[in-house]
């Protein structure tokens, strides 16, 4: 199972509010069908193919210029384990069984 985290920031907007931006990023990843879910500072997703994933990477990569920005960084974390299937749910119920 492959669980990336990916982070998206639009560089140069008239604002100081990114939400616009990070919606479009979002509803690009609705259009791939990629697992997700995000945070305030992120997206999580999750799959099984590596092809999938940075499909959807690249897809919320460039909608983040369709909504008018010319510049964007997007940072990305990638955690392929392929001894086993562990989702993202797995890997936090772990965790929060050890505190």
Known sequence: MI???IT???IGTSGTSLSQYIAAAVSALDEVGIKYEISGMG???ETNNPKELFKAIEAAHEAV???G???VATSIK???RRDTERTMKDKVTSVKKKL
Do not use: C
């Open 8 to 10: 998206i920031i639009p």
């Open 43 to 45: 997206t999580l997703m």
């Open 65 to 67: 210029f369709t909504e």
């Open 69 to 71: 920005t010319n510049r």
């Open 3 to 5: 669980s990336a985290e």
């Open 78 to 80: 990638i955690d392929d």
